[in-house]
């Protein structure tokens, strides 16, 4: 495996400048495009899955916090409150308090239920400097975020379907959970002080691993201050693991904000919360996603797609035709003319791009192009229409493979 931090330099996806802050990436234009691929996928997949989006600001008063917990739970990670006429306004550590209020903003019926809302939102966490790096310990977090408001007896099948969202994530992503983990209160006092809550997530979410057949380890003292927690750790290169997707449940935030439906018996009822992510922080699922690619990202995520080889100048009219049809198609495609070497030199300099589109004076005048793909195979020359459309549709099935 690489090290992402190298490797994201290397090839021009983000960057860090003293003058903005550590922790505080900024993303340059190829792993913008990586990142984009990437949302535009959890919001159609979520978006399929039954999930509506919001958007939140990512700051609040700090009674908003002080009513979720996060207040006297998790203050440490927090930023320190910022003073506005009067108003203590806090950086949020999480969109849970926002989606909330969100929730409670409107009366909802039992046939609303499970009511699912999804964000890619923003949140800070203050990380301490000396742990800081790449995109792994990052103040400034997008976090592909979602809260599910159910009845009781919807929560284990919501859990599970959350589960199912991410296995499917993974195999879109060519990448592997090193564990699932479920994630339980420890020693001390982070934990919301309530038995009788914990026994009866704790029990459910087992159920839910039990019956989803993966394996899995309990571990202690990793549970959220409101409750447990699936975990999915993925390992670095170095075997170090990290939590990538998350699935919780929870009962204590819909108690601090008064949150109910109306039930069939018309009375008012309290929803539970499940809380879950699918990839997790985009910049840590980017980070991941580099490392075990080594860059050479599935087709549907890489930052170009395509490069475009015209074999000498003669034939860049017909790559120039080729690379704007490839825009029209929403691919992302550039064009290494003769100026930047010879052909077998831009080959290589490409050999982390999946399709290498060659032009050579037989194709331009047939209408043909010649295919190389990143693994090294060398297709026949075909009519540049079929290819376009052999490779869109790949990148539209957001399949890993190089070819059907
Ligand atoms: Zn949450």
Same mark, same amino acid.
């Given at each position: 495996?690489?090290?992402?931090?190298?490797?994201?330099?290397?090839?021009?996806?983000?960057?860090?400048?003293?003058l !903005?802050g550590?922790?505080?990436?900024?993303?340059?234009?190829?792993?913008a495009?990586?990142?984009?691929?990437?949302?535009?996928?959890?919001?159609?997949a979520?978006?399929?899955?039954?999930?509506?989006?919001?958007?939140?600001?990512?700051?609040?008063?700090?009674?908003?916090y002080?009513?979720s917990?996060?207040?006297?739970?998790y203050?440490?990670?927090?930023?320190?409150p910022?003073?506005?006429?009067?108003?203590?306004m806090?950086?949020?550590?999480?969109?849970?308090?926002?989606?909330a209020?969100?929730?409670?903003?409107?009366?909802?019926?039992?046939?609303?239920?499970?009511?699912?809302?999804?964000?890619?939102?923003?949140?800070?966490?203050?990380?301490?400097?000396?742990?800081l790096?790449?995109?792994?310990?990052?103040?400034?977090i997008?976090?592909?975020?979602?809260?599910?408001?159910?009845?009781?007896?919807?929560?284990?099948?919501?859990?599970? =379907?959350?589960l199912?969202?991410?296995?499917?994530?993974?195999? /879109?992503l060519?990448?592997?959970?090193?564990?699932?983990?479920?994630?339980?209160?420890?020693?001390?006092?982070?934990?919301?002080?309530?038995?009788?809550?914990?026994?009866?997530s704790?029990?459910?979410?087992?159920?839910?691993l039990?019956r989803?057949?993966?394996?899995?380890?309990?571990?202690?003292?990793?549970a959220?201050?409101?409750?447990?927690?699936i975990?999915?750790?993925?390992?670095?290169? =170095?075997g170090?693991?990290?939590?990538?997707?998350?699935?919780q449940?929870?009962?204590?935030?819909?108690?601090?904000?008064?949150?109910?439906?109306?039930?069939?018996?018309?009375?008012?009822?309290?929803?539970?919360m499940?809380?879950?992510?699918i990839?997790?922080s985009?910049e840590?699922?980017?980070a991941?996603?580099?490392?075990?690619?080594?860059?050479?990202f599935?087709?549907?995520?890489?930052?170009?797609?395509?490069? !475009?080889?015209?074999?000498?100048?003669?034939?860049?009219?017909?790559?120039?035709?080729?690379?704007?049809?490839?825009?029209?198609?929403?691919?992302?495609?550039?064009? +290494?003319?003769?100026e930047?070497?010879?052909l077998?030199?831009?080959?290589?300099?490409?050999r982390?791009?999946?399709?290498?589109?060659?032009?050579?004076?037989?194709?331009? /005048?047939?209408?043909?192009? +010649?295919?190389r793909?990143?693994?090294?195979?060398?297709?026949d020359?075909?009519?540049?229409?079929?290819?376009?459309?052999?490779?869109? =549709?790949?990148?539209?099935?957001?399949?890993?493979?190089?070819?059907?």
């Amino acid at each position: 495996m690489h090290d992402h931090r190298k490797l994201g330099r290397e090839l021009d996806l983000f960057d860090t400048d003293p003058l !903005i802050g550590a922790g505080l990436p900024y993303w340059l234009p190829d792993g913008a495009a990586v990142r984009h691929a990437l949302e535009e996928y959890i919001r159609t997949a979520e978006q399929r899955a039954g999930y509506r989006h919001v958007y939140s600001p990512v700051l609040g008063k700090r009674e908003l916090y002080e009513i979720s917990g996060h207040w006297s739970h998790y203050s440490d990670d927090m930023f320190p409150p910022m003073d506005l006429g009067g108003e203590q306004m806090v950086l949020r550590p999480s969109l849970c308090p926002h989606h909330a209020v969100i929730y409670r903003s409107r009366s909802h019926s039992y046939r609303e239920l499970p009511l699912r809302m999804a964000e890619l939102g923003g949140m800070y966490r203050s990380e301490l400097s000396g742990v800081l790096g790449g995109l792994t310990r990052v103040r400034s977090i997008q976090l592909n975020d979602a809260h599910i408001f159910c009845t009781p007896d919807q929560v284990a099948e919501e859990a599970r =379907a959350a589960l199912e969202l991410i296995g499917a994530a993974y195999r /879109a992503l060519g990448i592997g959970a090193a564990r699932y983990r479920l994630s339980l209160p420890g020693p001390g006092g982070k934990y919301v002080d309530d038995p009788g809550m914990w026994q009866r997530s704790t029990a459910v979410l087992t159920e839910v691993l039990d019956r989803s057949g993966v394996p899995y380890e309990a571990a202690g003292g990793e549970a959220a201050f409101y409750g447990p927690k699936i975990d999915v750790q993925v390992a670095d290169g =170095a075997g170090r693991e990290s939590t990538l997707s998350t699935v919780q449940i929870d009962f204590h935030q819909p108690v601090r904000f008064g949150l109910h439906y109306i039930g069939a018996d018309g009375a008012k009822h309290r929803p539970v919360m499940v809380h879950r992510s699918i990839i997790g922080s985009v910049e840590r699922a980017v980070a991941h996603l580099i490392e075990a690619h080594g860059g050479a990202f599935p087709a549907w995520l890489a930052p170009t797609q395509l490069v !475009i080889l015209p074999v000498s100048g003669a034939e860049l009219p017909e790559a120039e035709v080729f690379a704007r049809r490839c825009a029209g198609l929403g691919l992302r495609a550039g064009i +290494a003319g003769p100026e930047r070497g010879s052909l077998g030199a831009r080959v290589r300099e490409a050999r982390l791009v999946p399709g290498q589109v060659v032009i050579g004076a037989r194709e331009a /005048a047939e209408g043909l192009v +010649a295919l190389r793909l990143r693994d090294g195979t060398r297709l026949d020359p075909r009519p540049a229409d079929e290819v376009l459309a052999r490779i869109a =549709a790949l990148v539209e099935a957001r399949s890993i493979e190089l070819r059907a």
